[in-house]
């Protein structure tokens, strides 16, 4: 299977990559090494990837500077690739060009996936989607510049191999990635670790505002819009901080509510034991993984907590 996911590719002269709204590590990282890895493998080809936005902290990857942040969307590809979309929605305004496009492809590790391409590839035991494209990629070809951008998605994805989605296999691949020479501790402090002030701050209020709820087994904290204002905060500067949240002791879930409009909330999920907190993201139309996973919700910051708790007390309910 895993070599057969390419073909489409051969004789395409034109290929779009694009990666979910909102970008991540694992996000940056495969979109990045999927450019280079074609780029050595198609040379006679064209290849575009857009990302929303490209957060400064992965400046060290190679070819980052020709990312495309607006859309022509009238173009049509012979091939476009989605990768770490979990459906086609999350491909925000790229969607119109992967609509159009020829053929589509669509490599991914969301349990959650609606494998909306024509080709799908989608490996949910797999730690990223970095991790998934290493199994797809011809070894030869992989050089520093692809090892270093695969690494990043893994290290991001991973939580620098602490999360349970970190398998031997995550652990092997990873090993075989440094062989190429990558400043690994770079990549993990620069682009995973460092805070801007900003950032702290607004952990610090975070943390310091959360509340416990069903017994002290679920951590809840909210940030407005209004708080995102005052310290001047874009929504890349959240991240990491539901992972702060989780690891208070005796807590099951974690929730994250950003406030992202009027009555609306984007929510990340993270659990600890046995709460699938996809399940709850796909009711409510998100998706994500069993022990990390978002959702967009409209209503009350009450009406959200509330909504959601009640799915997590039910879960644990039949849990216990
Ligand atoms: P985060 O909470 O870090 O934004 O996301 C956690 C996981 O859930 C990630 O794997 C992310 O791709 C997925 N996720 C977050 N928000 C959404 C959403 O609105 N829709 C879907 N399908 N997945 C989401
Ligand atoms: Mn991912």
Known sequence: MANNILDKISGAISIGIAGHVRPDGDCVGSCMAMFLYLGKRYPEAKIDVYLEMVPEVFHYIKGIDSVHTSYETDKQYDVFIALDCGDLERLGDAGTLYVNAKHTINIDHHISNTKFADVNYVL???????????????????????????????????????????????????????????????IIDESFYQKTYVQNQLLGRCLTESILVLDGKCIVSTISQKTMEF??????????????????????????????????????????????????????GGGGHVKAAGVTMQGTAYDVINNITKMIYQQLQELS
Not at 141 to 158: M, N, Q, R, S
Not at 240 to 269: C, F, N, P, W
């Open 124 to 186: 949910p035991d797999a730690s990223s989607t970095c991790e998934t494209l290493y199994t797809i990629f011809e070894q030869e070809e992989i050089d520093k510049h692809i090892a270093a951008a695969l690494y990043t998605g893994i290290v991001h994805d991973t939580g620098v191999f602490k999360h349970s989605n970190t398998s031997a296999q995550t652990m092997k691949i990873a090993g075989d990635l440094l062989s190429h020479d990558i400043p690994f501790s770079k």
């Open 231 to 284: 310290y001047g905060a874009r929504p890349k500067d959240i991240d990491g901080i539901i992972d702060q949240l989780r690891v208070t002791k005796g807590v099951e879930v974690a929730l994250l509510l950003h406030e992202t409009g009027t009555q609306q909330y984007k929510v990340s999920m993270r659990s600890n034991n046995q709460v699938d907190v996809s399940k709850i993201a796909v009711y409510y």
